[in-house]
């Protein structure tokens, strides 16, 4: 089993940056796709990015594209989210997910960020961005 901890959230002004980060517990961490998501008030949650186990890929949604940036330290069991020109409307309450990476398919599999995929789930960081 893998329990994550999100941390970083806060209250930035819109141009600002943050930085999250995910943290777990558990045995083979390396071995889990790591996806972040996001939900505002009255919107259903939505993918934000996802990075396979080794780090060397990452997916991102279109509305974050060239924006943020998710990394992880496999020896320190943390996935980053750096969070850039961050805009209003990227308020939301901030969640990593981790799913056990299924070998019968290649990373892309991941890219529709379907949260059902995903197994464990961390608790949540708010984020607020002010214009």
């Known amino acids: 089993e893998v329990q994550l901890v999100e941390s970083g959230g806060g209250l930035v002004q819109s141009g600002g940056s943050l930085r999250l980060s995910c943290a777990t517990s558990?045995?083979?961490?390396?071995?889990?796709?790591i996806g972040w998501f996001r939900q505002a008030p009255g919107k259903e949650r939505e993918g934000v990015s996802c990075?396979?186990?080794?780090?060397?890929?990452?997916y991102y949604a279109d509305s974050v594209k060239e924006r943020f940036t998710t990394s992880r330290n496999n020896a320190k069991k943390t996935v980053y989210l750096q969070m850039n020109t961050l805009k209003p409307e990227d308020t939301a309450v901030y969640y990593c997910a981790a799913v056990e990476t299924d070998l019968r398919y290649s990373f892309s599999y991941y890219y529709d960020l379907n949260p059902s995929r995903y197994h464990y789930w961390g608790q949540g960081t708010q984020v607020t961005v002010s214009s």
């Open positions: 558990g045995t083979r961490f390396d071995d889990y796709v």
């Open positions: 990075i396979s186990g080794s780090g060397g890929e990452t």
